[in-house]
């Protein structure tokens, strides 16, 4: 097996989430002004994908603004964004005047350099990061006071990049998020279990949030890996984390004091409001619904948490 033909396909599919999240900007599902910046080829997705775009992201940028609130918006908070490709939640939550300590990217170099190329192009990006950012390492890292993107293989998260992040100013002290938005979910359990843990042993107040694809055995799981392996791309974390029972023990068993998993269904028939159901079918019809319920149910979100001091779990439940 060629590695580097599977690690080069794992980079693309970071073309297909921002241009998924890109229709759904356009069609009027989601807001972000951001999104548009880092899309090569727009091209519209079908109404049960930019339904599941939304509901997604809702339900993630409901719990960063959760774990943001923690304690006030005084209290220092860092987000660790593993995997990120062009992910524009930095941008977003900066234009709404969120404040973050230190929000960190990681990705692949062949993907970092392209977004500090996107972002140096344009000042509407480059202006929220602030005009102390510095850009290193031949253009594939930028250090801000506040944002801190860098280059890396998450396979040597312990040994490589926590030393890097506490070199710009990572604290073990304070709150702080992981987010993994379609990441753990390519990587070797062995190797994504080492990031769980060592957020779980190393870290005072943290918070793990995961958005991936579960359901591998049945007829809708065996074709979605079927079609992903024509593209040289593996799910190699759906076997070890197949239901939402496995993806609350991924944490629980690794010391995490708490975790919870639901599916896009759940999330859309239970958390969305109303008045946002009412609002999409306006935008589009969705009537492929056996299709959207197959859908939603393959992919879910899981988050955890671990505190030392337990007054601060109240924090987390509210
Ligand atoms: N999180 C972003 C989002 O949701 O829009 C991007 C998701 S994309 C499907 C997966 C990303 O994970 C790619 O940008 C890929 O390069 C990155 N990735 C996967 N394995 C990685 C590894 N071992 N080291 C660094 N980045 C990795």
């Given at each position: 097996e060629d590695t580097s033909i599977q690690d080069n396909a794992i980079r693309e599919t970071n073309d297909d989430a921002i241009t998924s999240k890109f229709s759904a900007v356009n069609t009027g599902y989601i807001k972000d002004d951001f999104v548009k910046f880092f899309v090569k080829k727009p091209a519209r997705r079908p109404p049960i994908i930019n339904r599941g775009s939304y509901v997604r992201n809702k339900q993630l940028d409901f719990l960063i603004t959760k774990f943001l609130d923690i304690g006030g918006s005084d209290v220092k908070k860092q987000i660790v964004s593993l995997g990120a490709g062009s992910d524009t939640r930095y941008f977003h939550f900066k234009s709404l005047s969120r404040k973050f300590y230190k929000y960190f990217e990681i990705d692949y170099p062949e993907v970092t350099s392209k977004k500090v190329f996107t972002i140096h192009k344009h000042k509407e990006l480059f202006n929220l990061i602030g005009s102390d950012a510095k850009i290193g390492k031949g253009g594939t890292e930028i250090y801000a006071s506040d944002y801190c993107l860098l280059?890396?293989?998450?396979?040597?998260?312990?040994?490589?990049?926590?030393?890097r992040m506490e070199s710009n100013g990572f604290d073990r002290s304070i709150p702080t998020l992981f987010l993994s938005e379609c990441v753990m979910i390519y990587m070797d359990p062995e190797d994504s279990n080492k990031i769980v843990e060592w957020a779980g042993a190393n870290l005072i107040s943290t918070m793990f949030l995961v958005y991936e694809q579960i359901l591998p055995n049945d007829a809708f799981g065996s074709t979605m890996l079927q079609n992903l392996k024509l593209r040289n791309i593996?799910?190699?974390?759906?076997?070890a984390y197949p239901n939402l029972e496995s993806q609350k023990s991924r944490f629980l068993s690794r010391g995490w004091s708490h975790a919870e998993a639901i599916d896009i269904n759940e999330i859309h028939d239970s958390h969305i409001d109303p008045k946002e159901l009412a609002r999409m079918s306006k935008l589009e019809i969705l009537d492929e619904l056996e299709e959207w319920h197959l859908l939603a149910a393959h992919y879910c979100i899981a988050w955890a948490y671990k505190v030392?001091?337990?007054?601060?779990?109240?924090?987390?439940?509210q």
């Open positions: 280059a890396g293989d998450l396979r040597k998260f312990v040994e490589v990049l926590v030393p593996e799910l190699r974390g759906i076997h030392i001091d337990e007054s601060q779990k109240l924090l987390y439940d």
